[in-house]
């Protein structure tokens, strides 16, 4: 069990969204050892007009059994990589269905017509529970 961090969208709060990037047909969420390295990639994202990420710290055990659970793939970025966001972005991501605010991300979170609400709600919970 290590330390890393993610990054977190409207982090403690009921329309949190943990960051992840779409590869093919597959979600990943990014585990930087680095707190530095995290935060240089929230600026990246930043500087494509994304909202402000919030770089958390987790034991990777935690987040490596959430996307377990929710079938997403995970890559630890090492210290001193430079990991760079994806050109092509998800867009109007909406997190729940009480929630009327798109989210605009590299998120790739399927979106509700992909899933359904019960589904949204379960991974709402285990996001919640990692905090």
């Known amino acids: ?30 585990m930087f050892e680095s707190e530095d390295d995290a935060t240089r990639y929230a600026l990246l994202l930043e500087a494509q007009d994304f909202p402000t990420p919030t770089v958390e710290s987790f034991d990777s055990d935690e987040i490596e059994e959430f996307c377990r659970q929710a079938d997403y793939d995970w890559e630890l970025i090492g210290e001193g990589e430079l990991a760079i966001p994806p050109e092509q972005n998800v867009e109007d991501i909406v997190w729940g269905e009480e929630e009327e ?17 019960e589904e949204l709600e379960q991974i709402r919970r285990k996001l919640e529970g990692l905090l």
């Open 101 to 117: 605010e798109p989210q605009k991300s590299a998120e790739t979170e399927p979106t509700s017509s992909e899933m359904s609400s």
């Open 1 to 30: 069990m290590s330390k890393i961090y993610v990054l977190l969208f409207n982090a403690r709060t009921e329309n949190e969204g943990i960051h992840t990037v779409q590869m093919g047909d597959r979600n990943k969420i990014l």
